[in-house]
């Protein structure tokens, strides 16, 4: 079950890197974190 979450997340990190540029992945990221 742990695995499964782990793993989602990663692939949702991928595809964020992907579809959004590195530029706005950092400050989405600060905001998606809090």
């Not at 499964?4 to 706005?24: D, Q, T």
Request: aromatic share 14%.
């Amino acid at each position: 079950m742990f695995i499964i979450v782990v793993f989602a997340l990663f692939i949702a990190a991928i595809l964020a890197a992907f579809l959004v540029p590195n530029s706005k992945v950092s400050s989405h990221k600060k905001d998606w974190d809090v």
